[in-house]
């Protein structure tokens, strides 16, 4: 019998394990990580989703997390954020100046609401800005001197943080993470669990390797998940329309890009493919992440590589992921990533969608909105 059983080995679970001991974690997978993750293809390391974690500087608490914990990671710093390549414009500015340079006009008018109203329909509405730049004030906005420090922390605070880059991507995070999580419970992998029984002071958990029983059980997987392995409507599912589908096209580069090694592309052709967003590693590999509601146009991705070529990068391109690879990697109900966006009303709402219920905890992009890693702490911290 352990204390804990962690389903799911995403960072979310990760991140429970980290603050844990006495369980054991199931991960479908051979490689945990989930969205967070790696693979290897032509012998080079890829990240399969995310590709930023922030925080990371040594007074910032992504860091002191990991540093509290014996966790020692070999990164870099890298304290520019990305920069946005205006592809009609033909600019590239930096969002983090963005940012900085239009701070002061926003802490004036935070605390009267009314102004605060028709600034944003004003200004908005004739501003010559482009949606990036919008996008950028609006997350200003909402975090200069808000009381909601969480909220600020996992906004605006993001792209001033230090962000990290490790060498072969995310596979260095998590395997100093793995180290040192075993020294206090066991993971099993390539173990899916497909039931989970709630007996009198235990829980019956039923996987493809056999029957363990522990005593509190953490759920690091999306609602439509949590109810299929329960057997009852336990959550609350969200609507469907407000969620999105990952796109990555994964490269390899031959010479050493540009000044920043994350890229925003801003193009008003791309209509089915949001903000894709492109991250270089020193092993030699591009990510391109982007999202689609429902389809995207084969055409945009050609047109995505073009944008790469005309920055005079020498590229290869290795393989694509849609929303079925990732549900088939992840398990992600339809292939949904990323839980909500960050807005008050999602934070209050996800918050009470994931307390504990029937003594389950429930950990993940969905309980939680705001940047992986970073919300998974905060969450870890607050929960168990
Ligand atoms: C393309 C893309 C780009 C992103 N970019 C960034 C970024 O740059 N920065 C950032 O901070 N965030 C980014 N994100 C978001 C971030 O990756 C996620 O928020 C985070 O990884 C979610 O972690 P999780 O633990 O909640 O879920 P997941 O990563 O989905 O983890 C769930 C885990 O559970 C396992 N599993 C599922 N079902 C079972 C089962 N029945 N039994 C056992 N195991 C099971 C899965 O295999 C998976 O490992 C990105 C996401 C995507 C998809």
């Known amino acids: 019998m352990y204390k804990f059983a962690i389903v799911g080995g995403g960072f979310g679970g990760l991140v429970s394990a980290i603050k844990l001991k006495d369980f054991v974690l199931f991960e479908k997978s051979k490689i945990l990580g989930g969205c967070g993750g790696y693979f290897i293809r032509n012998n080079l390391v890829f990240n399969s989703g995310a590709t930023t974690i922030a925080f990371m500087g040594k007074n910032e608490f992504v860091y002191q997390f990991f540093e509290s914990f014996g966790i020692k ?4 710093e890298h304290k520019l954020a990305f920069d946005i390549i205006d592809v009609q414009d033909n600019k590239v500015f930096n969002f983090k100046e963005v940012i900085n340079s239009n701070e002061k006009i926003f802490e004036k008018i935070y605390y009267n609401p009314l102004a605060l109203m028709k600034f944003l329909f004003d200004f908005l509405k004739v501003s010559n800005l482009n949606e990036y730049e919008k996008h950028a004030l609006i997350i200003s ?53 497909v039931k989970i ?11 493809t390797n056999g029957i363990y029983k522990a005593k509190n059980v953490i759920l690091n997987l999306d609602p439509w998940n949590v109810n299929r392995i329960l057997g009852k409507n336990l959550l609350k599912l969200p609507k469907e329309n407000n969620l999105w589908h990952a796109l990555v096209l994964y490269l390899s580069w031959k010479v050493k890009p540009l000044k920043n090694y994350y890229y ?32 995207y146009n084969e055409k945009e991705i050609d047109h995505l590589l073009n944008v790469l070529k005309s920055m005079n990068i020498e590229f290869q391109l290795i393989t694509i992921a849609n929303s079925k690879s990732f549900e088939k990697y992840t398990g992600r109900y339809k292939g ?31 309980y939680f909105p705001g940047q992986s890693l970073a919300s998974s702490i905060i969450r870890a911290k607050w929960l168990l």
């Not at 029984?197 to 996987?207: A, D, M």
């Not at 990533?337 to 960050?342: N, Q, S």
């Open 73 to 76: 990671l070999d990164f870099k």
């Open 141 to 193: 906005l909402q975090s200069s001197k808000t009381p909601f420090e969480i909220f600020k922390k996992l906004s605006y605070d993001y792209y001033l943080s230090t962000w990290a880059i490790f060498k072969e991507g995310f596979k260095n995070l998590i395997e100093s993470i793995e180290q040192r999580i075993i020294s206090n419970g066991e993971i099993i992998k390539e173990c899916e669990v």
């Open 197 to 207: 029984k709630k007996l009198s002071n235990y829980f019956e958990i039923e996987t």
């Open 264 to 295: 925003l592309i801003l193009d008003r052709n791309l209509k089915t493919i949001h903000a894709p967003f492109v991250s270089f590693f020193e092993n030699g590999t591009i990510t391109i992440s982007a999202h689609y509601k429902n389809y």
């Open 336 to 366: 949904y990533v990323g839980g909500f966006e960050m807005s008050y009303i999602n934070l209050i709402s996800s918050f009470l969608r994931g307390l504990k219920k029937d003594g389950i905890y429930f950990m993940g992009d969905y």
